[in-house]
């Protein structure tokens, strides 16, 4: 195990203030230190992001409002394959993520979705007063975020700025909204269990409740540093995929780490449900080859979702994606 850098050192953070004052010599300093981040840690903070913390703050109470609702209300909007809705205590497994072990249990969470963009038909929402309408508007604030942030992965690529724009006019977004109980875990047992995530970026808001660990290559798992205001970014097996390996989808997991129960959102961002997943042309050469094949954006999180979630999608997924 390494020692030698701190985790504020390993989980930089970011000032996103020259995108907001549109800085060119300061968005190429940027784009640089977004490349360095993705190289070598794949997490990094972002500050100056320019999304009200007050909104933030509301979908925070929004998810307790929701996860305080009787059992019978959330189990009357469950998700399926097709649908955004609540996922119950246990109800999902880290089975497409290898580094969750031999021992595979249920996950100690219980969560809501609400996608927009992809193939998924729709979502199900709580009798909860304006719970649709927040929800909706800060999934557009991320989704926002979510696209200043392409240019600078372009630039760091030494692409064209526009280079991802294409991809992601139809964004496949997802908010998940979990609630990590006070409990005591078993051997092998977390909240969420080691895995990484299958999108491109996955954006989650600074949080007062610790739960979230990181194992950066060549280290043990380390809590990220505390950042107000922040939100805590990391990359995803996707664009490990579309960088041929280049950027990394680093391991992570979840749990609650206090005695007071734990809320989390991530905000899970990707391309259109067709694009097409092929690494891009300056990370291929003869000396690196392309180490994956094309895959949609889609199929990949269809196999993902089924792999998971397979008692509630009903379609079983093969060990390893298409």
């Known amino acids: 195990m390494s020692t030698n850098l701190t985790p504020m050192e390993l989980i930089p953070v970011l000032d996103l203030q020259p995108l907001l004052d549109g800085d060119e010599p300061g968005i190429n300093a940027l784009a640089a230190d977004l490349g360095k981040a993705l190289e070598e840690t794949g997490f990094f903070s972002i500050i100056n992001h320019g999304v009200p913390w007050s909104m933030v703050e509301a979908i925070y109470e929004a998810t307790r409002q929701l996860h305080a609702l009787p059992q019978s209300q959330k189990d009357a909007i469950t998700m399926d394959r097709t649908h955004g809705g609540y996922l119950g205590m246990g109800a999902g497994t880290s089975y497409a993520s290898e580094i969750a072990g031999e021992v595979r249990k249920p996950n100690q969470n219980e969560a809501f979705f609400v996608h927009e963009g992809g193939y998924l038909e729709g979502n199900r929402y709580p009798d909860l007063a304006g719970f649709e ?54 051997d092998n047992e977390w909240g969420l269990a080691p895995h990484t995530d299958s999108s491109i970026f996955t954006f989650l808001p600074a949080n007062d409740v610790p739960g ?48 007071v129960d734990r809320y989390a959102m991530p905000f899970f961002y990707g391309a259109r449900d067709d694009a097409v997943i092929d690494p891009v042309p300056t990370t291929v050469s003869a000396q690196t080859p392309s180490r994956y094949e094309p895959i949609t954006y889609g199929d990949y999180q269809r196999w993902f979702l089924d792999r998971n979630y397979r008692g509630l999608t009903g379609q079983t997924a093969a060990a390893t994606p298409p």
């Open 212 to 259: 979230l660990e990181v194992r950066p290559t060549g280290y043990d798992w380390i809590q990220p540093p505390d950042v107000p205001c922040s939100f805590i970014v990391n990359s995803g097996d996707m664009l490990k995929r579309w960088t041929n390996g280049r950027y990394l989808s680093t391991a992570h997991r979840a749990s609650n780490l206090s005695n």
């Open 133 to 186: 309408d927040l929800a909706t508007t800060y999934i557009h604030a991320m989704r926002g975020l979510a696209a200043s942030l392409l240019p600078l992965l372009a630039i760091s690529l030494e692409l064209d700025t526009e280079f991802f724009a294409s991809d992601f006019d139809v964004p496949s977004v997802t908010l998940r909204m979990s609630h990590y109980p006070v409990m005591d875990y078993s």
